[in-house]
Structures are given as C-alpha cells and as structure tokens.
C-alpha cells in the first residue's frame, strides 16, 4: 500500500506531504483546485512522462517521493530480484527527480532503475483508473488485456505474441528468398559472365596497393640504381675506415686499458656497416628487371582498375559482389529444394502458431465465462439489476496478432434490450459502473495493492452514486482504496479525507492538501451537497456522515 507522498516543486506544488493509511481515503476539492495536480505528482512516480510544464516555475527541479509497503506480492519480489533491490520488511522507497530541461533520475531503495523499469513496477503497486479509463473500453486491445489479466494468460499470450513474431519472419525469409531466386533467374547469364570474369581475375585484397608500389620502383630504377651504386661506394669508403680505426684503437689498449671498451664498440659498428654494405649490393643487384615484366604488371593493374570501376569501387567490394553472384547462382541452381525447404519450415510453425492460438481461445473463454458473472454481479449491486453482460469471442479465419479471435464487451442495460457493445449502448453513467465493476472483478486476477480512482463517478448520482459509494467502501476492507471524487455519497464513506485547495502565498499560487476531520468534514460534505455551507446543507452533510458512522 502506499504509506507516504511527498513532492516537491512541481507546478503548483511547492511542498506536499501526505500520510496515507489503510482503508478507504477520498480526495475533494474545488474545480480547479489542483486534484488533478496531485494525481498527476503519482503519476509521475509511476513512470508517466514527463512535460516542459512539471517543474514549479522559478525551480531548477521537481522531486517526488513515496513509501509504498509490499507484504505480499509474487511479481514486485520478482521484479525487485530481477533488479537486485533488497526490501527491508517489505518497504519500497521510489524517487523520482525531474529536471528543468526534461530529464530525470529514478531510484528505488536508492538504487538507480530507469523510468520503463520504474513504470513496469507502478504497474505493479497502483491500479490507476480514471474517468479517462472509460475510452479504453472502447478499444478492443484493452479489452483482451483485462481478459487475460482476470485469467492469468498473460504468459501464454506473450508466447503466443513471439510465436506470430516468428511465423512472420519465416514468411518474410521466404518472401525474400523467391524475390532473390527470380532476379537471380532473371540476371543469371550477367551473374555468369561476370563470375567468370572476377574468378579469372583471381582477385586478392591489397594487390592492387602492392603493384602501384613494385611500379613506383620499377619507374625510378634509374634514380635507384644511381643512388644505390653511390651509396655502396661511400659505404666501402666507410667500412674501410672503421678497419684502419679499429687496429689504431687496439694498438692504443695495448698502452691504456680504458680504451679497450671502444674497441668492442667500434667492431661492433664495422659488422654492422659491412652487413648493410651486403644488404645494399643486394637489393642494387634485385633492380634488374625486364620491359616484359613492366607491362605484365601494368596490364595487371589496369585490369584490377578496371574491375574496380566496374565492381562497386573496390576490389573489396568486388570480392564481395564475386561472393554474392556464386551464391545467388547457387540458390537458384537449388531453388526448388531452397523453397521447399523453407516452405515447410514455414508450415509446421504455422502449425505451431494454430495450436497455440486453439489454447489460447479455449482459455480466453473460460475466463470470458467466470468474468461476465463476475461484471454482471457487480452492476446488480452498482443499480443496474437487470443488466445483461457478455463478452463475445468470434474466430477469425486466421491467427492474427493477438489470437484467432476478436474480443467484444457487450451489454443490455435494462430487461428486454438486445446486447450491444458497450460503445454503442452505455450512457456516461453507466460506463462508470461498467467500469469499477469490471476493476472489482478484475481483483482476484491483480496483486497491485492499491487502487486509485479519479472521478469515475462522473455522470451518476443518487441511488447510483450511493451504490458506488458502498461498493467502493467493501473494496476498502481488502485493498487500499484511493478516489477523487465530487460526490458527497461517496466522500461520507470515507475512512479518511482530505481537501485540495489552491491558496496565494507571497504572490503565487499554491496548492495545499490537508486532512479535514470534525466539522470541517461536515462543511466539505455540505458543500459537495448543495456548494454552499448553510444550514440545511450542514445538518444534511451531518447527517449522512452520522449514517456511515463517521
């Protein structure tokens, strides 16, 4: 459950803190007071995105925080593992800090987790529904999503998800492969002749490199020759002087012991002049070389120049198109047990994919049946006795995405009506009922330990609304329940409430939140009641608080 929410900064927020406790807690306030503000603070610590709009103006960063206590939740000990965060007596302590620019940090325990990770644990702690949620029924992808929440089949959907993925991509390599076997049929006489050319050529990385320099020498023998024959001759001169220096010195050593040392040293030097002497008349002697094997290398390089420019630019490249032409051939060649091949891989995962999606629609319909009485119940309760409630599952005549089936909520809100998707019959009203009455059911199937409403209530009052009220009441005495709401018959339930309210302070507008108990609470219940706090209002407000015995 959610303990504690603190924030800071945040657009009209300059400081919160708010103790939550168990049961049942309401949130009022006036139109335009910052409900939505304060909604929009948790939001935020449960992964929503952030806006331009979130730090309070004048405010380098906005931070919110909350304790939430988790005594008994398989998946947030799984994510907590799988993240490696230790609970201590099952305390989760989330941070979220928000920059000016956008950006934020998140941590949880004080370990850092990035936002997706931080919304997938949200997920997990709050059940946020709001008088937004009502569009999502709408939509047929939600609907399914709920199905397989109440019937734990979110697992065999994700297999089946990957599966689909599967049979997909084996439809795509085979599509691609028929492509690339029917433009290889039809290029198969280019791809011959210029295999046979790039083979012929016998194409070798770097040689083209190495021939520009062999011709580089071969251009220069002259100059080559010149130099080296100089540079032979100097060096003669040279070894011959290092000689006649060496038997001076020796002859000195004889006299002064010292100079024994540059004895070593200049022989040392003398069998290094004499081996690059060696070296030198060597490579004079390799500049020998005939017209005939110039033009062999010219030619050489100009027929690599010439696959070159024809061949992508490269001789690499060339190398890589000889490669792709031999195995396009290759595959066409062996078409027809290529396609085979991968037709009948393509088959048995199709196979594969239909018994999965069989399973999957046998398990849809079991939960579909257990949730309809389920919903059905929930509106008897809600004011709708006689409301007829379906969920409708028709076969497609193939596997799609999600299943083999389309999902449908349908519904005869009074005795004698047909049933109809909930679009197109439900009133405003009976949309919110629709819509706690399917979170309520949804409950045996959801570990998240609080729920949060926000005006779901919207378009009801009244028996309906006490209806809601008290359903929202028996909630309580198992989850954590949370509910902004306009309604008096439901505010009264409440075993705590709290007034939102936007003040001025120093020439700037805040928000405050605060706990209203005695009769303060009866003032706020009495202007819920009529939106003034006279006396018939006030002894009405008294009263309703007196039946819920606060």
Do not use: C
Not at 258 to 279: C, F, K, P, Q
Not at 309 to 332: N, V, Y
Not at 445 to 460: H, R, W, Y
């Amino acid at each position: 459950m959610l303990e504690q929410l603190s924030v800071r900064s945040y657009v009209l927020i300059d400081k919160l803190d708010i103790a939550f406790s168990d049961g049942f807690t309401i949130l009022t306030g006036e139109t335009g007071s910052g409900k939505s503000i304060m909604l929009g603070a948790l939001s935020l610590l449960l992964g929503a995105k952030t806006d331009k709009e979130t730090v309070r103006q004048g405010e380098k960063s906005a931070e919110i925080s909350g304790v939430f206590t988790v005594l008994s939740s398989p998946q947030v000990t799984e994510w907590t593992e799988r993240h490696g965060i230790e609970m201590e007596d099952g305390m989760l302590v989330i941070r979220r800090l928000i920059r000016v620019n956008g950006r934020s940090s998140y941590t949880v325990n004080g370990s850092p987790v990035t936002v997706k990770e931080g919304e997938e644990l949200g997920h997990l702690l709050v059940d946020v529904s709001s008088q937004h949620s009502h569009q999502s029924l709408l939509k047929a992808d939600v609907l399914r999503s709920m199905l397989d929440e109440f019937g734990h089949l979110e697992k065999l959907s994700s297999e089946y998800h990957l599966q689909y993925r599967k049979v997909r991509e084996r439809e795509k390599n085979l599509e691609i492969a028929r492509e690339n076997i029917q433009k290889a049929l039809e290029e198969a006489d280019y791809m011959r002749f210029s295999l046979k050319e790039l083979d012929e050529a016998d194409l070798k990385e770097g040689e083209e490199e190495e021939l520009k320099a062999e011709l580089e020498i071969m251009n220069s023998a002259e100059f080559l020759k010149e130099s080296l024959s100089s540079a032979v001759q100097e060096m003669r001169t040279a070894s011959s002087s290092l000689s006649q220096a060496l038997e001076i010195i020796r002859k000195a050593s004889r006299k002064d012991q010292r100079l024994t040392a540059y004895t070593d040293r200049t022989e040392n030097i003398g069998i290094e002049a004499d081996d690059i002497l060696l070296s030198l008349r060597d490579h004079l002697g390799a500049i020998d070389f005939s017209e005939t094997e110039m033009e062999e290398k010219n030619a050489r390089l100009m027929q690599l120049q010439r696959i070159r420019r024809r061949f992508g630019g490269s001789i690499e490249e060339a190398i890589r198109r000889r490669d792709s032409f031999r195995q396009k051939l290759e595959d066409a060649d062996n078409s027809e047990s290529l396609l085979e091949s991968l037709s009948s891989a393509l088959e048995k995962e199709r196979a594969k994919l239909a018994d999965m999606a069989e399973k999957l629609l046998s398990e849809r319909k079991k939960a579909a049946s257990s949730l309809e009485k389920g919903i059905e119940e929930n509106l008897q309760k809600l004011g709708m006795p006689s409301a007829e409630f379906r969920i409708r599952l028709d076969r497609l005549n193939a596997p799609g995405p999600d299943g083999i089936e389309s999902v449908a909520f349908l519904i005869a809100p009074n005795k004698g009506e047909k049933l109809s998707p909930i679009q197109d019959t439900a009133s405003g009203g009976e949309l919110s009922r629709i819509m706690l009455s399917i979170k309520v059911a949804l409950r045996s199937g959801n570990d998240a330990p609080t729920m949060l409403f926000d005006e779901i209530d919207s378009g009801i009052g009244g028996a309906v609304a006490n209806a809601v009220g008290e359903e929202m009441k028996a909630l309580s005495q198992t989850e954590q329940v949370i509910a902004i709401t306009h309604l008096p018959q439901i505010a009264s339930r409440a075993n705590a409430h709290y007034l939102v309210e936007k003040e001025e302070e120093d020439g700037r507008t805040v928000t405050r939140i605060r706990k209203v108990e005695g009769e303060e609470r009866v003032k706020e219940i009495a202007r819920l009641l009529s939106g003034e706090t006279s006396g018939l209002s006030l002894e009405h407000a008294r009263a309703l608080l007196e039946v819920q015995g606060k």
